[in-house]
């Protein structure tokens, strides 16, 4: 490819034209000083009121900005030792009260007296990985097993499914196949319960959003029965109501040749639509022919030595048509093209 190589180079001339002219026209001045005085003062200020609130750390960090535009302010090194000393201290005995909490099963006591500590001393490793454990802790309540009872029972009683015998075996270190269980305490995860399916307020629901439909009004109704399928997505009048908006809203965008939109709109009906198939067929068909445009637009950005542009063309082109193979061979090459005049710029 001669031509991008020459245009190149005739950019470059130019552009080292324009250089030397720009700088004779337009001298360099010099770097003009910066008085940090009033930065000094208003961040001197900053940091009192910081400390008066018991900001530590935010205290510390101005002065410590003081001292990147004053490396030899006294006021600022005595500050910042004096707070860097009581962060210390205090972070100390704020760890110190955790690990009493701790002792005495206080779980609630020694988070607050943790994130005390990391927040005067963010770099308190042991506060942190105790944070951790204490916020991530599984919650159990404990049931002292009968005679006769089985894992699977335990799981039925308390999941209503036996499917969490195995987790309860898992917890307490029992073969999942025991047949005789020894009495012993033992310990049952909490789960999160499903939040209860509510009717009535599901019946409302639906009504509103019959009316919108009825209205014209399709994105909000999608608004409403999204939700109402992600609890329940066996709720069958959400989900008719729902492929009717989604098939008028895919339509119309089609209509607009906003084709990658309507397409993702469609994706979202379930089942069997009314004039479905025929729409998908349409569109499916008007994607290819203005896939071909993009294409086409390409080829000629290509042979132009446009490459960036015609890498955009064809990228459109998948986007309409994903198997358009001619397209993503295009993008190769060009973008080779392209690595290799960078190469060339660069030496």
Known sequence: ?????????????????????????????????????????????????????????????????????????????????????????????AYLEGQKALAQGQPQMARRSLLLTLRLNPKALEARQQLHGLMNAPSFRWHSLQPGESLANLSLQFYGTAAGADLIAFVNDIPANAEVLVPRRLKIPRLAAPRPYKTQRTKQTLARARALSQAGQHAKVLSITEPLLRANPKLSQAVTLQNQSCYILGKRLFQEKRYTEARQMLAKIQGAQPGLESLRAELDQAMRQQAEVHYRDGVKYFLNDELERAVESWRLTLELDPEHQEAAAGIQDAETLLQKLKTVEEE
């Open 1 to 93: 490819m001669i031509r991008p190589l020459r245009t190149i180079l005739h950019l470059t001339i130019g552009l080292f034209v324009l250089a030397g002219c720009a700088a004779g026209k337009y001298p360099l001045s010099h770097t003009a000083t910066v008085d940090p005085a009033p930065t000094i003062a208003a961040l001197t200020a900053k940091a009192a009121v910081y400390e008066a609130a018991d900001e530590i750390q935010l205290a510390l960090m101005c002065w410590r900005s003081i001292l990147d535009f004053d490396p030899d302010n006294v006021e600022a090194l005595d500050h910042l030792n004096r707070l860097e000393m009581l962060a210390a201290r205090r972070a100390r005995e």
